[in-house]
């Protein structure tokens, strides 16, 4: 009986450990909410948008963990919008480099923002 009882203990322990959850592999914080508000338009100025993405960002280093794809793409369109050419244009760079995958979307829009329809 004492066998069967430690059988049991071992079987529910082994099963148990292998419950473990794994963490995600980028931090995303409130990223999915900042987007949803972004293209509901949610009368979040331009400013602010740029902010929580930049707080993202500080949190993901924060936490050791690598941003979410397309943060970076997403807060470098928010600077070409809002005038800055030079920080969009950093931020789409820094998204080739986290996310090589997406080089060739980026480059089109950064292609785009530049106006050359052609590239």
Do not use: W
């Not at 980028?26 to 508000?37: A, F, M, R, T």
């Not at 963990?65 to 969009?88: C, D, F, I, S």
């Amino acid at each position: 009986m004492k066998q069967y009882l430690l059988l049991i203990f071992i079987s529910s322990l082994v099963i148990l450990t292998g419950c473990e959850t794994t963490q995600p592999l980028y931090y995303h914080g409130d990223y999915n909410q900042v987007l949803y508000s972004h293209f509901k338009g949610e009368g979040q100025s331009l400013s602010e948008q740029i902010s929580e993405l930049n707080t993202l960002i500080d949190r993901a280093k924060a936490k050791s963990k690598p941003v979410a794809p397309g943060v970076y793409a997403h807060l470098g369109y928010l600077h070409m919008q809002a005038g800055n050419k030079n920080e969009g244009l950093q931020n789409f760079e820094l998204e080739k480099a986290y996310f090589p995958e997406s080089e060739g979307y980026i480059n089109f829009l950064m292609a785009n923002m530049r106006g050359n329809k052609n590239e």
